[in-house]
C-alpha cells in the first residue's frame, strides 16, 4: 500500500492509522495496570471490610514496618523476647487440612520464617497445660504455597470455628480445634499468655494479606491426643 494512505492530508480526512494503534496501546496499558492495582489491592480492602469484627482495636500502619525483617521470630515481639528452653525433641510437625498444610515443620525457638514455622520460645510445647505459640509468614494469597513457607499462612484469615489443626510432637498426635480469631496491633502481647486450665494453641500472621501492619490471631484447643 502507498505511504501516502498512512500520512493524514493538510486537508483533513481520515486520522493516521499509526495514531489510532498509538492509542490502543495505551488504553491496554491502562487497563492492564489499574487490574495489576485492584488484584493487589483487593485482598487487603477486602479483608479489613469482611473481618472487621475481628478487630480488637483500632490499628493505625506502622510507617517504618517493612523496614523491620520480619522472617526473623525475634522481631515479631521485641519487648519480649523469646526463651531458650531444652526440650525433648527441637522440631515437630504441624497440619491444617483447610489449608492443605501437612506436615509443615516447627522449628521450637527459631529464628528463621522463611526455612520453617516457629513455636516461640517460652511458650507451652503441645500437649502440655498452658498455650502454643506458633508463628507463620504471609503474603498476598494469590501466591499461597502450602509449601513455601514464606507464604504458608497466607489463607489463616480463612479459618472458622471448629476447623481442625493438628500437631505431631515426640511422636504423639494432637487434634485442635479453632475457637476464635482476632485481630490486634502489632505490638499486643495477649497472644503469649499462658492458661493453665487446659491446653490452648495459637497461630500468628500479619494482616490484611501481604502487609506488616497487624496481627491475626487464630486460637484453638486441644480435643484429642492420640
Given at each position: 500500500m502507498p505511504l501516502y494512505r498512512y500520512v493524514k492530508s493538510a486537508r483533513g480526512g481520515e486520522p493516521k492509522p499509526k495514531r489510532r494503534v498509538s492509542r490502543t496501546v495505551s488504553y491496554t496499558l491502562l487497563s492492564f495496570g489499574a487490574a495489576i492495582l485492584v488484584w493487589v489491592l483487593w485482598p487487603i480492602l477486602s479483608f479489613s471490610v469482611v473481618n472487621a469484627d475481628l478487630f480488637t482495636s483500632t490499628v493505625t500502619p506502622v510507617s517504618d514496618a517493612y523496614a523491620v525483617d520480619y522472617t526473623n521470630a525475634n522481631?515479631?515481639?521485641?519487648?519480649?523476647?523469646?526463651?531458650?528452653?531444652?526440650?525433648?525433641?527441637?522440631?515437630?510437625?504441624?497440619?491444617?487440612?483447610?489449608?492443605?498444610?501437612?506436615?509443615?515443620?516447627?522449628?521450637?525457638?527459631?529464628?528463621?520464617?522463611?526455612?520453617?514455622?516457629?513455636?516461640?520460645?517460652?511458650?507451652?510445647?503441645?500437649?502440655?497445660?498452658?498455650?502454643?505459640?506458633?508463628?507463620?509468614?504471609?503474603?498476598?494469597?494469590?501466591?499461597?504455597?502450602?509449601?513455601?513457607?514464606?507464604?504458608?499462612?497466607s489463607l489463616l484469615?480463612?479459618?472458622?470455628?471448629?476447623?481442625?489443626?493438628?500437631?505431631t510432637y515426640d511422636g504423639i498426635s494432637y487434634t485442635y480445634h479453632v475457637t476464635d480469631l482476632t485481630v490486634s496491633a502489632p505490638s499486643d502481647l495477649s497472644a503469649l499468655e499462658q492458661k493453665?486450665?487446659?491446653?490452648?494453641?495459637?497461630?500468628?500472621?500479619?494482616?490484611?494479606?501481604?502487609?506488616?501492619?497487624?496481627?491475626?490471631?487464630?486460637?484453638?484447643?486441644?480435643?484429642?491426643?492420640?
Open positions: 522481631a515479631w515481639f521485641p519487648t519480649s523476647p523469646q526463651k531458650k528452653v531444652v526440650t525433648p525433641v527441637n522440631t515437630y510437625a504441624l497440619s491444617i487440612p483447610k489449608l492443605k498444610i501437612v506436615s509443615a515443620e516447627v522449628n521450637i525457638g527459631g529464628d528463621d520464617l522463611s526455612k520453617g514455622l516457629i513455636h516461640y520460645g517460652g511458650t507451652a510445647v503441645p500437649g502440655q497445660y498452658g498455650n502454643t505459640v506458633i508463628f507463620g509468614h504471609s503474603a498476598l494469597p494469590q501466591f499461597f504455597s502450602p509449601k513455601d513457607y514464606k507464604t504458608i499462612f484469615p480463612t479459618m472458622k470455628e471448629g476447623d481442625e489443626i493438628t500437631i493453665f486450665d487446659d491446653s490452648y494453641l495459637t497461630l500468628i500472621t500479619c494482616v490484611p494479606p501481604g502487609t506488616y501492619w497487624q496481627r491475626l490471631h487464630v486460637k484453638a484447643r486441644l480435643v484429642r491426643s492420640i
